[in-house]
């Protein structure tokens, strides 16, 4: 015991020997006792903290191998750089920093549901100091009653990484993360296993592997949850090592769902320029399309998709580490990860991730990047009503039916009788009022319900304008494909394809 004592006597006196001559000691508490993300500015410039417990380089590539380096093995603070920005994550609410002296501001940051925290300070020669901030639900917000998720995440995981990133996620807030596994030549952010066995989870917090499929005439495809990989993940010259563009989307939708898995379209119409979304969604082949990504929520396509008669839920992803199609520096109110996040409501618990992922496939969905947004419709009064709330001003909140806005009214609160000669559905949004204090690269804060279907002795939505000018799209996407050099394995598989693309065409055609 005495040669233990001694030990440590020692390890503390070199410990305070290192320690820098005058600098202070600065104790961060996120209260209540929570994670939560921090940024430290010194002269209004910002500073990196000091002492961390490891660090995760992020350099975007096409094969997303970054890996977190830590020093211990439990950490408490992490420094996560990305695009030469850096972050920093309290994972267990507190932290102790050495700083020199000067003027300070600490910013605290957690998901949608809390009001952030700032606080400035001076410290002084070997001063220590400790600087709470409290992060509290903003009125009227339930952070108990939601599940979030961000469907699109690159990031390498092993087995003994989950404690860590589960604590990312905590920080965040953010419940569900699907990690993504995807192909460019050689596999890229790998996942260590799939399925239930492969989840991580605690406290109501998720991690489930899934991976995204690419090819440069098809698009990009997210198989979310599958109990196992489906290869090839990648097809065609762009993204593997063949020719080939085969098994085409639709076939890897249907392997995807035997095993499991939620599927549907990345990007929505961002890139590549061709895809089989008009063709998949038709056919009733997808789940979900990523509607709102890079800090962009694609109304336009949504809506025409939804009058056209094809009912689909998009959700929202973020494509982590592709940070907001470059926006720098980050806006501090996003989430690093989850910047734009797919809702469901119900309480996290240890069946977070398949209650979020019914909820998709039953459209019960609200994406947003800040904003709450829910709509009420009662079918006996035909009454609509939206409301909406956040931490900061919203601009509006109102109601579409059709994608046409019926109703509108500042503050948090609209409603409206909803009239239907015909089917039709109906859906609220909002959004945050700009401030002058706004970095330029904040995206508009708004959040989106997915529909309510309000159907006339069971017919479908039929807005005829919208429904003939998919068609049209799907007819010329598909001349396109019989003149592009897409490559099969044979006759019978270009066969298999065209079939189905024609198949789609006569279902949209019919009116």
């Not at 990484?161 to 952010?189: C, H, I, K, Y």
């Not at 969604?281 to 979900?288: C, E, K, M, Q, T």
Request: charge should be neutral.
């Amino acid at each position: 015991m005495l040669r233990l004592a001694i030990a440590l006597l020692f390890t503390l006196l070199l410990v305070w020997a290192q320690r820098p001559v005058g600098s202070a000691t600065l104790e961060v508490k996120a209260g209540p006792g929570m994670p939560a993300r921090i940024y430290l500015r010194k002269n209004n410039s910002p500073f990196r903290l000091t002492p961390v417990d490891g660090v995760l380089p992020l350099k975007s590539d096409v094969f997303y191998r970054d890996r977190p380096f830590l020093r211990v093995p439990d950490p408490a603070v992490i420094e996560v750089i990305c695009r030469d920005e850096y972050h920093y994550l309290l994972l267990k609410g507190r932290a102790r920093f050495q700083l020199p002296p000067g003027e300070y501001t600490l910013e605290a940051y957690r998901g949608f549901f809390y009001t952030p925290a700032t606080e400035s300070f001076t410290l002084k020669p070997d001063e220590t100091r400790t600087v709470t901030l409290t992060l509290r639900p903003w009125k009227g917000s339930k952070p108990d009653e939601w599940i979030s998720a961000d469907d699109h995440i690159h990031l390498t995981r092993e087995r003994g990484d989950d404690p860590l990133f589960l604590s990312w996620l905590e920080a965040e807030d953010l419940t569900v993360g699907n990690f993504l596994q995807l192909q460019r030549q050689m596999d890229a952010a790998p996942q260590y296993g799939f399925g239930p066995a492969a989840e991580a989870r605690r406290r109501g917090y998720a991690i489930r592997s899934g991976h995204e499929s690419r090819n440069e005439f098809w698009g990009h495809i997210n198989i979310l949850g599958p109990r196992r990989l489906t290869r090839p993940l990648s097809t065609g010259l762009m993204y593997a090592n063949t020719t080939e563009s085969y098994p085409f989307p639709s076939l890897l939708f249907a392997a995807g769902k035997r095993e499991g898995a939620t599927v549907g379209f990345a990007h929505f119409f961002q890139k590549p320029q061709h895809s089989t979304i008009l063709m998949d969604s038709a056919l009733g082949n997808i789940d979900f399309v990523e509607v709102f990504q890079f800090g962009v929520l694609k109304l336009e396509p949504w809506y025409e998709l939804l009058n056209a008669g094809i009912r689909v839920t998009g959700i929202a992803g973020s494509d982590f580490p592709v940070n907001l199609n470059g926006r720098t520096p980050w806006p501090h109110w996003l989430p690093l990860i989850g910047p734009e996040r797919a809702l469901v409501k119900a309480r996290p618990s240890e069946t977070s991730y398949e209650t979020w992922a019914r909820g998709v496939r039953e459209g019960s969905v609200m994406v947003t990047n800040g904003p709450l947004v829910e709509l009420a419709f009662d079918r006996s009064t035909g009454v609509a009503i939206a409301t909406a709330g956040f931490y900061r001003p919203l601009e509006a909140v109102e109601i579409v039916r059709n994608g046409q806005v019926i109703a509108s009214a500042e503050g948090t609160r609209v409603e409206a009788r909803i009239e239907c000669a015909e089917s039709c559905w109906i859906a609220a949004r909002t959004r945050a009022r700009k401030s002058d204090l706004d970095p330029p690269t904040l995206p508009t804060l708004q959040a989106h319900t997915n529909p309510v279907y309000l159907l006339r002795d069971g017919k479908p939505v039929r807005v005829t304008a919208d429904r003939r000018r998919v068609a049209a799209k799907w007819e010329e996407e598909l001349a396109y494909y019989r003149s592009a050099n897409v490559v099969f394995p044979g006759a019978a598989q270009r066969q298999e394809f065209f079939d189905l693309a024609e198949r789609a065409l006569a279902a949209l055609q019919a009116e």
